[in-house]
């Protein structure tokens, strides 16, 4: 198993009261999957991919992915983890306004130290493969959002992770960019055999998913 | 690091107005620091270079006006009557206050002999009078009126001409020194003095010498016997107190470069906890994002240092060019030291590590997620 989770809960403090975010999650997902995780927005989706990213920590259970411990993982060893086994696709993208399309995939790259030039020509020939290779030099604010989406997911998957979280990643687009993403995303999965989980509000979308989670009021159950 | 550079000037190049206006404000506080260091410096360095004086003067007292005191022969008698053991020299001088060009200036005369030796006059340029209408003139005057030796001025409405520049230790008006004969003349007054400068020799206490004189009958009272410093005490002290006021002003400055650096920098980290998120996010580590953030911070400190520093130089060259700063009728040479450059150096780079570091703190202690969904 590619990810084990045995009652994984997230509390948050809001003043004197703790919201349960995620309460007693158990989840095993199988390397090579493409998974959804439906349900209404506050529902924990959002949660549960940060934790299994390895961005938060969890209040209480145990999470692990790839084998990797992430529940007792310290600062640098959870870096560790997100620089060589996580790729992550955000709802709002979340790109360096600072850099082209063509650094901004670079950045993983980078953060392993690899040279500055073979981080470009891979990022350049990943940017080529997700349909962009006439925008590498442009910067974000020059993309339309389903370019931008592109450039996130090219990120994602440069580093050759185990697993890429992607959160609301058609959020933002309309239906035909959501479904050219979405394609994109299996395509990714299938010819490279990451291990996909993606977080969705949008149940018409999980016809591309092998396996569907609902996640509600921080509780989560197989569909 | 050659990465680390491509990726920081590429974020100062995207956001070039904020980075510009954040050297611009570490600049000013910068130049303003050494400018004010500059200036604590001059006045720490004349300080230095005043001399105890050994001289005394003699003069009428309970006057209003010390232009017209007139020197009594027996006071002469009286100091010459201690020489040599307890006195090496005397110099009776005559002096005017008059206006020469846009300054009230000290018009003096003495014996020519006497100028070196008592009065400590010391010839910058040109040569001591040597005809009929030639006078010396103080550096802080000539400096301020742009007059150089061979100048034509107007003294009492009569043509002189500048024969020397001199400069006098210690802390003196703005002064004019002619021949005795030449002062006579041009005021067409009878061949009096007004006042005795006596020195005290080597070996004797001037506090002792000051009371024999003062003890003496033939000053009965209407002569009084000064120390020469005391003359120009209240100068000195002026000058201290504002020297004083420039050092504390100075480290105003510094402080605020502490704060501007500071804020600069925990402003523009704060800032940007989104960024520094997806760098964590994608696999920075802290330290790697730490090393972004110091390189950043130093680049923009160094820019602000270079600006400030050359708008800091620019200023006092063309600050010494167009018009030297002269308090008192002394000239005060403003420099920038390369001690001076290299501790602002330090500071600047310092304090932007240090403000790098700290603002980082916080930002480090918070979860990723925290930071990417930040504005």
């Known amino acids: 198993m590619l990810i084990i989770a045995e009652e994984l809960t997230k509390y948050y403090d809001r003043g004197s009261e703790k919201i349960a975010a995620l309460h007693e999650v158990n989840l095993q997902i199988p390397a090579g999957a493409f998974v959804f995780i439906v349900g209404p927005s506050g529902g924990g989706k959002s949660t549960l991919l940060h934790l299994l990213g390895g961005m938060d920590r969890p209040s209480a259970g145990k999470l692990a992915v790839n084998g990797f411990a992430i529940d007792t993982a310290s600062d640098d060893e959870l870096t560790r983890f997100r620089r060589q086994h996580i790729g992550f696709v955000f709802q709002f993208f979340n790109l360096l306004s600072s850099l082209n399309a063509l650094d901004n995939v670079a950045l993983p790259l980078l953060a392993r130290r690899e040279r500055h030039k073979t981080a470009q020509k891979q990022a350049a020939e990943l940017l080529e493969q997700v349909g962009l290779g006439s925008r590498l030099r442009h910067k974000p604010a020059a993309l339309s959002g389903g370019e931008q989406q592109r450039v996130a997911i090219a990120r994602a998957i440069i580093g050759k992770p185990s697993l890429v979280l992607a959160d609301e990643p058609t959020g933002d687009l309309d239906a035909a960019n959501a479904e050219a993403v979405m394609q994109l995303m299996l395509e990714l999965n299938r010819s490279l055999g990451i291990t996909f989980i993606v977080a969705t509000h949008n149940e018409a979308l999980t016809r591309f998913g092998d396996r569907l989670y609902e996640l509600q009021a921080g509780k989560l159950r197989g569909r | ?375």
Not at chain 2, 219 to 239: K, P
């Open chain 2, 1 to 375: 690091m050659l990465s680390a550079l491509r990726f920081v000037l590429k974020d100062m190049l995207h956001d070039r107005s904020r980075t510009a206006l954040s050297v611009i404000g570490l600049a000013v506080v910068i130049a303003s620091y050494f400018i004010l260091n500059a200036l604590s410096g001059a006045l720490a360095n004349s300080l230095e270079a005043t001399t105890v004086s050994r001289n005394l003067i003699v003069i009428q007292n309970d006057l209003i006006d010390p232009s017209d005191a007139i020197l009594d022969p027996q006071v002469i008698e009286a100091a010459e009557a201690l020489m040599p053991e307890a006195i090496s020299r005397i110099s009776p001088i005559v002096f005017r206050h008059t206006r020469v060009g846009d300054d009230v200036v000290q018009l003096r005369a003495a014996a020519q002999e006497d100028w070196q030796p008592i009065h400590h006059l010391m010839l910058l340029a040109g040569a001591w009078p040597a005809q009929d209408r030639e006078v010396v003139v103080g550096e802080g005057l000539a400096l301020s009126n742009h007059w150089d030796v061979g100048t034509p001025v107007t003294i009492f409405g009569s043509e002189f001409t500048i024969s020397g520049i001199f400069r006098s230790p210690g802390i003196a008006f703005a002064s004019i020194w002619m021949p005795i004969d030449t002062f006579w003349a041009l005021f067409d007054i009878a061949h009096h003095y007004q006042a005795v400068f006596v020195q005290a020799a080597v070996g004797v206490d001037p506090e002792v010498v000051l009371q024999r004189l003062q003890d003496d009958p033939r000053l009965s009272g209407r002569f009084t016997v000064y120390f020469e410093d005391n003359y120009s005490r209240h100068n000195i002290h002026a000058l201290q107190d504002m020297s004083s006021m420039m050092s504390i002003v100075s480290w105003v400055a510094l402080m605020g470069i502490v704060f501007g650096v500071f804020n600069a920098t925990t402003l523009s980290t704060i800032e940007r906890g989104r960024e520094l998120g997806i760098l964590l996010g994608v696999g920075f580590s802290h330290r790697r994002v730490l090393g972004l953030i110091w390189l950043r911070s130093a680049l923009q400190a160094l820019l602000a240092y270079g600006v400030g520093l050359s708008a800091a130089l620019l200023y006092i060259f063309s600050q010494q060019t167009a018009s030297p700063l002269i308090i008192l009728g002394v000239p005060f040479q403003l420099d920038i030291t390369p001690f001076m450059a290299a501790t602002g150096l330090v500071w600047v780079l310092g304090l932007a590590l240090f403000g790098a570091w700290l603002s980082t703190q916080r930002i480090f202690n918070q979860p990723v997620v925290e930071l990417l969904s930040s504005t």
